[in-house]
């Protein structure tokens, strides 16, 4: 899956060299070293790549983003582009009825999941009017397994002196939502004002749901906002198999989904979506004089950080209309089957324990190893695995042990994929246990 070494970015002007050049290079020459740019590193677009959290990337998406870039409307504003803010707001109000958010809410498309949690922790911050001499006496919820870009959004946000609390989990890697009542009962009755809530739809770890439904009632009760990270997992709601652990995820106040992962795109969508449109307008709507007056309508722009973007929305509704959402619902049943398919093998395969039956498409498991450190082995194992040409599997850290997981997103993952990846990490192992 590792491909050759990148191409030159220093000096020189060799065949692999990226130095930017004074003189027109022909067609030919720039793109063989674009060739090379794409051969170099991990490839991302193989149907065995379930690192991270693979998406594929879809061809139609591409497209869609070469014709917006090509028609390059203003999509920020109405006024300058009407066409193209319509296009992304029946993209986003599409993706409200999936989440199950109200059809008066709003969203923004934003370059991906980072940049809407930020998004989201202004609003919430601006609603609960945290004020910024008193951040120590307000109290933020997260979950043990959260993205690191929820901590990131409290620091850009200017948030890092209030209390973060971070709730364990419990052993199926989901945020015990006992525990985090306990802790804002404790923290009210201590002074503190909780007033945000993190809880996760498909952690990157483990791929679990946290409680929703309990924790929106926690978070109701106490009068705290409550964000959904449902960049990986809050699009699975279009998979029967899936609402069911999904179920609370429209009563949110906020929900976070990542398009360029459960929707196969191309990296560069992710999507902020709110309950109240005032939450988002009243932070990021402005006026100026060189800006034409779009008053009476809302426009991207009064929804989120961006001003000048890319006409994003193209990307996501072009493959929607070309194939219909029920072939998206289809592939990520089919990629919920194939998680559990892959579950059983680790489970029922004597040289692996499984960790828990995946929630989405995360499948975690550990080689066992006949003696000595089983920590070792699986250390080794992921660095194979890392580095092998069958199969790529970026591991993570559970229950303080080195865990593997697959993630099966890739839009071109299918059984035959499934089972190689099965076979190649068992003879990986066993070569690595024999040593
Ligand atoms: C659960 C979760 N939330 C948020 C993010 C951040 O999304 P992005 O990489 O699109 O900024 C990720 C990224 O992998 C994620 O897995």
């Known amino acids: 899956m590792r491909e050759v070494a990148p191409p030159s970015g220093g000096a020189g002007c060799g065949p692999g060299s990226l130095v930017v050049s004074r003189s027109a290079q022909d067609l030919d020459s720039v793109l063989a070293r674009v060739a090379t740019v794409s051969r170099s590193g991990v490839n991302t677009r193989s149907p065995r790549y379930l690192g991270y959290l693979p998406s594929g990337g879809l061809y139609t998406s591409a497209v869609g983003d070469f014709l917006g870039s090509v028609l390059n409307p203003y999509s920020a504003l109405e006024s300058i582009s009407p066409g193209a803010v319509a296009v992304e707001r029946a993209v986003v109000e599409w993706l409200l009825h999936v989440v199950g958010l109200p059809m008066d809410g709003a969203g923004v498309l934003t370059s991906g999941g980072s940049l809407a949690t930020l998004t989201a922790v202004v609003a919430a911050r601006e609603r609960a009017g945290v004020p910024s001499r008193d951040l120590a006496r307000y109290s933020v919820y ?30 199926s890697y989901r945020m015990d939502v006992g525990l985090l009542h306990r802790a804002v009962r404790a923290d009210r009755a201590a002074g503190l004002v909780p007033w945000l809530v993190v809880p996760t739809a498909g952690t990157t770890s483990s791929g679990t749901v946290d409680p929703l439904a309990d924790t929106v009632e926690v978070g109701r009760s106490h009068d705290m906002w409550v964000h959904v990270d449902a960049a990986y997992g809050g699009l699975f709601a279009l998979a029967d198999a899936a609402r069911p652990c999904l179920a609370g995820l429209g009563d949110a106040d906020s929900v976070v989904v990542d398009p360029h992962k459960s929707l196969f795109l191309p990296y560069g969508t992710g999507a902020l979506l709110v309950r109240d449109p005032a939450t988002l307008t009243s932070v990021f709507a402005h006026s100026a004089d060189y800006l034409p007056d779009d008053t009476g309508s809302v426009s991207p722009a009064d929804l989120g950080m961006e001003l000048t973007r890319p006409f994003r929305a193209l990307g996501l509704w072009l493959p929607l209309q070309l194939a219909g959402a029920d072939a998206f619902a289809a592939a990520l049943t089919e990629k919920l089957e194939l998680a559990a398919h892959m579950h059983e093998f680790f489970a029922g395969h004597p040289a692996f324990e499984a960790g828990p039956r995946p929630d989405l498409t995360v499948v975690t498991f550990r080689a066992v190893g006949r003696h000595g450190d089983a920590e070792a082995l699986n250390r080794r194992l992921a660095d194979a695995l890392q580095r092998s040409s069958e199969v790529f599997l970026s591991p993570t850290r559970l229950d303080g042990r080195v865990t593997l997981r697959a993630a099966i997103g890739s839009i071109r993952t299918h059984r035959a994929d499934v089972d190689d990846a099965c076979q190649a990490i068992a003879r990986l192992a066993d070569e690595l246990a024999q040593d």
Do not use: K, T, Y
């Open 142 to 171: 997260v979950g043990e397994h959260r993205h690191h870009s929820v901590d990131r959004a409290l620091r850009f946000a200017g948030l890092s002196d209030c209390p973060v609390r971070v709730v364990p989990s419990d052993a």
